[in-house]
């Protein structure tokens, strides 16, 4: 009798222990989808620019799980664009302790660092942010980015290279390495890429000026006048591109019709930035 009284007693025990977590677990769930929902709604205040509402409702969803080193980046963010900036370096560094393997308050700090000109304090992390996702081509192309404002241009286009490598559809990637080959003086490679990104862009008028740019510059003057046109087409506004045509037709030996107008200081600027590049092999 005994026996089986204290059978009975532990199996009451047991089913009061497991209700109290399944009842625990509940209020755990109902947190964490509390927590979700008030970030929800603290990235739609961010979105219409009531910043210190969005801020006050990261830190709600912060106190309801404490420990979300995702929802601390989202609060560093929302004080950046406060620019509340010693707060912001807290939180990312916060959200760090919080989830040592969450590249992404390593890249947001990092950008920011970049912001004030803290080149090797961005560099650390992101390189750290490689470190812990390196597959993502946007960490890469963060990482390149700085290298090449540091001159350190051979590894700058390794990280470059990986980042249209891990996501070869996007044509950014390809025209900051067709920059950066331009720079080097790697003409031909420049405009392959800036070829590639055109491909990928066809809507872009900048990347088809880039591409007729880099097509004078290697001697491809007839494919460099076409791009001009499929720019002037895309924006016949453009006053700049259509002195850039004109300037490309004149080079061919064909006798345009004269423009009517003068350039202002933005498109002046712009175009002559375009001229120096057609002579950078005396193309």
């Known amino acids: 009798m005994i026996d089986d009284f204290a059978q009975k007693r532990w199996r009451e025990l ?7 977590e ?3 677990d509940r209020d755990d769930d109902l947190k964490a989808e509390t927590a979700y929902l008030r970030v929800r709604l603290a990235d739609s205040y961010i979105r219409n620019g009531r910043i210190a509402r969005a801020i006050a409702e990261y830190k709600r969803a912060l106190k309801l799980d404490k420990t979300n080193g995702h929802f601390q980046t989202r609060l560093a963010d929302a004080y950046v664009v406060a620019e509340q900036i010693p707060l912001a370096i807290t ?5 760090i302790e919080m989830s040592p393997m969450l ?3 390593h890249s947001s700090l990092g950008d920011l660092y970049l912001r ?3 080149f090797s304090q961005a560099l650390a992390q992101y390189r750290l942010a490689v470190t812990l996702e390196g597959e993502r081509g946007f960490y890469r192309y963060q990482l390149g980015d700085v290298l090449e404002r540091m001159g350190l241009f051979d590894e ?4 470059l290279t990986s980042a249209a490598l891990q996501e070869p559809k996007i044509a950014f990637y390809q025209f900051r390495i067709s920059t950066l080959c331009q720079r080097l003086n790697l003409l031909e490679e420049a405009y392959e890429h800036l070829q590639v990104a055109v491909e990928l862009a066809s809507f872009d008028d900048y990347y ?3 591409l007729a740019s880099m097509a004078i510059a290697t001697g491809r003057l007839e494919i460099g006048i076409k791009q001009l046109r499929r720019a002037v087409t895309l924006r016949p506004h453009n006053e700049a591109y259509q002195y850039l045509l004109v300037a490309a037709l004149t080079r061919y030996g064909r006798e345009p019709l004269p423009l009517k107008f003068e350039l202002g200081p933005y498109d ?3 175009y002559q930035r375009r001229r120096a590049e057609w002579e950078l092999v005396g193309g």
């Open 14 to 20: 047991q089913d009061m222990q497991r209700g109290y």
């Open 116 to 118: 004030y000109g803290m």
């Open 22 to 24: 399944q009842e625990q």
């Open 208 to 210: 088809l000026v880039r």
């Open 103 to 105: 590249a992404e308050p």
């Open 156 to 159: 700058a286009k390794n990280e």
């Open 91 to 95: 939180a990312y560094q916060k959200a």
């Open 268 to 270: 002046e600027e712009f």
